[in-house]
Every structure is written in structure tokens, then in C-alpha cells.
């Protein structure tokens, strides 16, 4: 197949030059089958592949990246890239292929853009501020709306400049996958040409940049905007803010806040404003919500040898639809080998309140034995629509390490809620790189295992067994991803090796 000869040849690369990196491989199958591969409907069957490899020589770093989705083709996903970072010099690196960019807090260019918006438990911290054009290394963001193309890092004394130009391959349909007919056929059909570039000094930089897309119903954009993070003393101030324009108008967005650390003391507020009017194509705000104008604070203390404090807040306004959200959490270390934490997090927008409490530990009662435990309970209310929901939920996972480089994990998590605004999470046990989260709601169980096993210091297998079932379901899903019965199991297993 194409995407192994693919792989063949640059492992044979990385064979015959002097060269260091890893490479990670994921194989993942759930039975039973959903409606679009039983009717086959989709292109591809039910295997979920995964495979990326990263090698360096020199200044030169190389990326590969081979993705197959449930329902795809095999190596449906093939991208890659490369770098150079020679030493000394004014030039900090050069890439090209399929990239990832950050510049400046993202609010001008982030490709991908933010997966989620800042946890109010995270809110003590303010966002980064980044100048980088690399390699991208994982499907996220190299699927439907890759960027494409090549840039540079150059540093001039004390000026950094980033110069960035791209002709991407754009999907017609959202999503990125292609297992149906009509997502196949709209696999790249259409290109878009984007340009960026950014000019950075001290604790002030400048970014811009603009896209064209050659879909007559899509629109072209244009950012610009300035960023700043200054310390004085113990005091931090950053931002950033941008004006954007396209077919639909302008708008004005930003953000600035004031943080610092005092000992054990470390606190943020800022204030922003992320109006619909803003284009939002290839931008990744930190605060991604949309508003008109909001506030966030948080705050992390150490009040007590071993203990912790850490609580946040935010508040959005947006015409008809304002939010505030809060969360609060105190963490706990025993003398005798536990940890334990207990937190709440609420969600007030207009005539609707959902909370969420939880109460959980991680137990080491022997060298070779930990037990992680959490217990929650939830709510949720419409005084609109006189409704209510409430639910609870349980979470316990046992790892065992019999030997120096084994884990073996077995665990499960059950909750019973009256419906989907009173769900729960669960942290489950997934492979490295991989999202681990997962909602519960209704009655529903998961049972799970993983077992790790290290042959050396540079091989590591891992295999992975769950099963979820919710009671009194006759099918789990929606559209063609919908399974019959009450229940879905799925199996995997990922080598990560690394090389030197």
C-alpha cells in the first residue's frame, strides 16, 4: 500500500544517515460496527490507524504523519514536514510541509487553533505568547483545513521576525473526514492562500496576516494586531489586540491582564472581548467564548505545607446571552502516600444553572500498587422550561507495576444521571497522546484495562481493552456512527520507539 511504502522508505532514510527521533503507531477497532460501515455506506472499514515519525540529523529535523479514521481508506491522512535550525547565525529555523503556527497569543493566527477554551482552574496563569512556525506532528489541524507551505524565524539583534506563506488544500465539508461519498468528493476542493508575518522586540511584537479562499461562497479575511508582556518586579502585564475584517464586517478583539507571583501566592485578572464580528478563521483566542466584553480572575495558594488552592471565575456578556462560570478546588498530600482533592464548578447563563462537585484521591499503599478514586455528583436546572436534572457517578482504577517497565491498569467508572446536562466525566485509561476524557450520563458503565509493557528504555507496548454499556439502550449514537445494542467495546494498541 501506498502510505507502508511511505513508511518504508523513511525508516530506510533514518537507517542509512546518522539520525535520532521515535516513532509512535496506534491500531484501534470497536465492535460493533456503526450503521455507515454494516451498510457500507462509508468508504473504508472499522481499523483506526495511526502512525508518526519524528527523526533528526544535524540541523535537520523530519516529520511524517500517516492517519486512517474509522470508515476511511487506509492512509486516508499523509502529511509531513521539515525543518532547519542551523546553529548561529540570524536564522532560528525554516519549515516547510504540513505546519503548525503560533504567533503571538493566537488571536491574529494559531493553526490549529485551541482545542478548548481556559479552564477557570487554570486562570492563575496568563496565556502564552509564542513566536513559532514548526513542523505540525499530529492529525489535529493536518485534516480539512491543513496549513500548508513553508516560513522562517530569523532573529536581527534584538528584532525577532517571522515570515510565513501557505497554498493549503481546503476540504468542502467540515470535520475533515473522508468516509462518505460526498466527503470524498470534497476532499480538497478548494485552496487557500494565506500569508503572515511578525515583527517582535523586546516585550512588544506586531503580527498580520491575511487568506484567500477560492470557494465563491467562502470570504477572505485580514488581522492585525500588537502584543506586549512586560515584568516589573513581581508584576507581569500581557495582551494582546487585534482588529479583523471580511466580507461580513469588522470587529475589534483583545485581551490584557495583570498577573503575579508572592511566595506561595500566584494570581491573574484580565479582561477581554471577543465579539461574533471578529473573523475567526485560523484564530485560536485564549479565551475562545464569544463575547462582547468579559472578565476573568484566579488565583492559586499555598496556604499549608502540602496543600493547595486554586479557583478561577469568568464572566461573559454578550447581548441575550450572558455566562458566568466558576470553579474551586483545594488540594490535599497526606504523610501517608494519598493526595486528595475536592472541587466544584458552576455554570450560570441566563435561565439556566448547571454544577458539578467532586471528591477525589490517589492511594500508594504499597511500592507497587496506587489506587486512584473519584466520586461526583451533579445538577443541572431550566427556570425558563421548570426543568431539573441531577446525577451521580464513581470512578476507581487500580495499577499495578509486578516489575521494573510493566503497568498494568484495570479500572472502571459508572454514573446514573437523568440525562445529558447532568453528566459527568470520566478520566478512563487511554493511550499517550490521546484524549482521555470522556462524558457519562444516564446509567452507564465502563470497565477498562491497559497493560505497558518497557522491552528497553527505548520500546514501550501498550494494549488497551474497554467496554461501555448504558442500560436500557437499543443503540448508542447517532447518524451513521450508530451502533445496535446497549453496548460498544473497543481494543488497541500503540509501540513507541525511540532511536538514536
Known sequence: MKFLRHVLVLLLFCGAVSAQGDIRSRLQRRFPDPRGILEEYYTGDAWDFYTRIRFASGAFAFTFITDKARGEDWGDLTAGGASWSPPGGPVRSVSAGWLRADLGSGLVLAVPGSFSSLSELAMYK???????????????????????????????????ISVLGALSPIDSLAGGYHRTPSEVAGRNAFTEKLAGVRLSRGFIGLTAAAAEVSDPD??????????????????????????GQDSAGSGLAGWTAISGTSGNFRHMVMLLRNPSGFPSRRSGAPVSRECDAGICLGVRWRFLPGAALK?????????????LLASGQVEYRFPFSMEASIGVRTRTETDRFAWRGWLGSVWLPHD?????????????????????????????????????GVQLDIGGAACSTDGYNSRVYAGGSSFPGVFGSTAMYNRTLILYTQLSVSLDEDITIRGALSRRTTDGASSLGSGWEETQGDSRTEF?????????
Not at 139 to 144: I, L, N, S
Not at 235 to 240: F, K, L, N, Q, R
Not at 391 to 404: H, I, V, Y
Open 126 to 160: 496568563p496565556p502564552g505568547i509564542r513566536n513559532r512556525i514548526e513542523p505540525a506532528t499530529s492529525p489535529w489541524g493536518c485534516r480539512g483545513t491543513p496549513l500548508v507551505g513553508a516560513g522562517a524565524v530569523i532573529s536581527m539583534k534584538t528584532l525577532d
Open 218 to 243: 467562502e470570504y477572505s479575511w485580514f488581522r492585525a494586531g500588537a502584543d506586549w508582556s512586560a515584568e516589573i518586579g513581581t508584576i507581569t502585564s500581557s495582551g494582546e489586540i487585534a482588529l
Open 311 to 323: 479557583t478561577g471565575a469568568g464572566a461573559y456578556f454578550q447581548e441575550d446571552n450572558d455566562l
Open 368 to 404: 507497587l500498587i496506587s489506587v486512584s478514586t473519584k466520586v461526583q455528583v451533579s445538577g443541572w436546572s431550566d427556570s425558563q422550561q421548570d426543568s431539573t436534572e441531577s446525577g451521580t457517578g464513581m470512578e476507581m482504577k487500580l495499577r499495578f507495576c509486578p516489575r521494573s
Open 492 to 500: 488497541g494498541f500503540q509501540l513507541d520507539y525511540a532511536f538514536h
